[in-house]
């Protein structure tokens, strides 16, 4: 009665570099959104600064604008004098033309007047009166001056298309007064769950039915990589209801996620719903990991595809290996967060099969000189080995295995 | 006119702790929330495991439930014979007891008839005929079966208050069927923006004015970091308006942060506001870091109060020291997530004077035996150096720089 289900096992890397390669960034034109509420999204398209920062020349210090060809040669011995005629008032234009000889009192952040060329700081100068000071230090030109466009010029690409919007790019398009970006849409994931065995987390577990744990644990993860989760529900072992739900979700989605039952039964059915999707159909069936084995990759008329184990633990390194970078692809990130990695020394050996990748979840503890891993050996169907867990360290497949001691690069859990 | 401003320099860290050290968790109590809303949020109090999970024995594998015994000594050359009295459905429970002989097919996931006490795989079994099996390998008691309780026993804390939910978080507690949990409500956080220079975003910067970056760049961090921002808007130089937002903002929230104009007049204000809200008062004026000299840290009546300077860069580095740990003390994070650090060989030196902490942003670039870090040397106003950068190096302030080719932590912008 052996079977091979699988005839053909390829690495994680190898899977997930043929699906992205048919894969096309999604086609959904831009959404205009509110800038203030962009952080997280993707811009989809360059945008310009349309004048530049600053507008006008501006103090960095506290002091008096000058022509610094009046302050040369002066020192503490020999004090260069001013008459002080006027001050720059904070937030108005100032056109005051000084003369040799005269200075005007301004505050950082300033607009320098007109043909001033530098500020000397107040620390170094002395009252003599109301109309006069001392100055005790020359100024070079340009000194203590922000010039128009030296933070940005006018016409500069400031934010490029595929750049995700974090705080400081909501700040940088308040200052140019850019109150509005054209956003690529969130794209929309159908999650559909099955098995006879599973039934909605709200229901009574009666001896022999378990809860949907992955339907809300995937639509949580998509959120965080920014896709909009659509959960299907839970379709029973029956090829038809699956064939119906499976295609509503393809036409109002662009990506469905299935996560099948334990059983041979529903992952035959799954692929057999994966195959009526449209071509070229299933890429990958197999996938030479631990957890995770059994997943599909799939491209059917334009859309991915994704059939998941039903294991949680296996649903969820399969999601963070496909579905995340799958999600990268389809909103066009190019500048993406970079892969976030905690070194740590492991605390206890790990054995793993050479010739298949595994996945094991950790627990980190901090140390003075760092962080300790301790690996928890668990079965996938744990979905509380991960909630133990603050990371998972990835056993690449020419390994048999991590030893006491070694730096290992701990993958964190969000 | 040399003046004293910072009495009393202290470090980041000093700083740090002397705010956390007076600040208590909030008072709000807790709110319950549909746990799929929870993505995040704090737990309030430690969540229980009502009952067991698994629920009832499961089969790790597809194959026929059977008594050990009944296969010791079998093996290709022998094999063991049995009836096959039933299939175990998917999703229902199963009554039948074995006798000596007999098997029951089961799938995995599929739930262990009563006296079966080991699952003989699939593959190491043939069929004789419907009713029929050879088994060709010895199993032992509780092989390929989960037992009640091995993921989570019934009366486990699962959640300790204090934990912030992540993805797996929410599947675990849907699981066990928990819909909802008590979380801390978000720390609602008052934004003053301050100066006679500074307009709204969305206005026309006239010459001598420039637009609040600020007041959108901290709502974005607050949020991040688990605040509720709350925008109070621009107050001219002004002690009267100043004092009238002020505590209007106190009374309203739970922590406020003034980002205060560039002149000094403003943070002589922005100071004087803050002794007014209540004691113990200003406990740090000064830092010793660039950027980000004059913040200012306070707790008035119990609630925690931070002046930031008014430049981007500084604010953006002081808030992430202080604005951020403090949320995190407000709303009681005891599992915080790591530090987020990427190791980077700078590529250029980096000077720095000893006594004071130095922050730099950093450009990243990707090499294949890890990342290269560039300073990108700029001044503080410049909020487009975040926006070209990846993140931050820290230098201490025992250190006079770092130099080319040495390993550093880079902190993240997110």
Known sequence: ???????????????????????????????LLLTEKCLGLIVAE?????????SFSRS????????????FGSSTALPAFFDVIGEVTMGSSNQTKLNSGQAVMIHTGGMVPENADAIVMHEDTQKINDNEIEVFKAVSPGENILNIGEDVKAGDMIIPAGRRIRS?????????????????????VAIISSGDEIIPPSQIAELGLVRDVNSDLLAALISQWGGKPEKYGIVPDNLEELLFISRKAFIECDMVVFTAGSSVSIRDITAEAIRSLGGPGVIVHGINIRPGKPTILAICSGKPVVGLPGNPVSAYVTANIFVKHIIDKLIGVKYSFFEEKIIAKLDTNITSKAGREDWVPIKLLKSDD????????????????????????????????????????????Y
């Open 1 to 31: 009665m052996g079977k091979s289900e699988f005839l053909e096992l390829i690495s994680p890397q190898e899977g997930l570099l043929l699906i992205l390669g048919t894969l096309e960034k999604i086609k959904q034109g831009s959404k």
């Open 46 to 54: 360059d945008v310009i600064a349309s004048h530049s920062l600053p």
């Open 60 to 71: 960095t210090v506290d002091g008096f604008a000058v022509l610094s060809m009046d302050t």
């Open 168 to 188: 400081v790019e909501i700040g940088g398009l308040m200052a140019l007064g850019i109150m509005s970006i054209p956003v690529v849409p969130k794209p929309k």
């Open 370 to 413: 760092g962080f300790t891993a301790t690996p928890i050996f668990s079965r996938s169907n744990y979905i509380f080995s991960l909630i133990s867990a603050d990371g998972l360290v990835r056993i690449d497949e020419h390994k048999t295995g991590l030893q006491v001691g070694e730096l290992v690069n701990i993958i964190p859990i």
